[in-house]
């Protein structure tokens, strides 16, 4: 079975331009996390969905940040404008219904580079 | 203060060494408590879940101390293999993971 991806792997940006990275989760799971990994901060959750209906985006760093899921099989996050201090690799993670949030699958991650 | 901290390391230690992390966590209401395992450059993966009572898998052994809010993970026997970052993760109410920011090992031959 495919596990979640994501894409794209890495992206390289000037500052100033829009990004968006795309996940799709694991057929089946009804629940989808984004995160955001930086040597300083961890990893902080950024947004979930559950249904394609977004629980909590109190994660969200700023109005820059937006996230979508118009349907179950797939989710976008886009930065707009992005800055430098936005660079870091983006997780998502997704959960089949009733599952433990342990039980959350990650995906490969895309290494963002905001130049 | 963070809601999960860890020491970061890195811990340098020869093979077959024993080594334990340590993670405290401030939110007292946390309810399920969680060992993941991130390689380099790779996503975390979870590595096992902790109970009061204290469990074990393999070389791997995790204890729970709700009263002073702190998990350990103890590694027996360590491999080459082992060597990568451990997140200390905590569920709260809402159930939603809350991570440390990790402790890279690294084990030497």
């Known amino acids: 079975d495919a596990g979640v991806i994501q894409s794209p792997r890495h992206e390289v940006t000037e500052m100033g331009q829009e990004v968006t990275l795309r996940c799709k989760p694991i057929s089946g799971h009804n629940s989808l996390f984004w995160y955001r990994q930086t040597m300083m901060r961890g990893l902080e959750l950024l947004i979930y969905f559950n249904n394609n209906v977004p629980i909590d985006d109190s994660g969200m760093p700023e109005d820059r940040f937006s996230a979508k899921m118009p349907n179950a099989s797939f989710s976008t996050l886009k930065i707009q404008p992005s800055e430098p201090r936005d660079s870091a690799v983006y997780f998502c993670?997704?959960?089949?219904?009733?599952?433990?949030?342990?039980?959350?699958?990650f995906g490969p991650g895309t290494r963002l580079t905001v130049l | 203060r963070k809601e999960v901290e860890q020491d970061p390391g890195p811990f340098n230690v020869p093979e077959g060494a024993t080594v334990a992390f340590n993670c405290t966590y401030s939110?007292?209401?946390?309810?399920?408590f969680f060992w993941y395992r991130q390689d380099c450059r790779k996503e975390p993966k979870l590595l096992m879940s902790?109970?009061?009572s204290g469990n074990e898998d393999g070389r791997f052994t995790a204890q729970l101390n709700r009263a002073s809010q702190y998990i350990s993970l103890l590694i027996r026997d360590s491999k080459l293999s082992d060597s990568a970052t451990y997140l200390c993760v905590v569920t709260g109410s809402a159930r939603q993971l809350t991570f440390g920011s990790g402790t890279q090992l690294t084990v030497l031959p």
């Open positions: 939110n007292s209401a946390s309810q399920s």
């Open positions: 993670a997704s959960l089949r219904p009733g599952g433990p949030h342990n039980e959350q699958f």
């Open positions: 902790v109970y009061s």
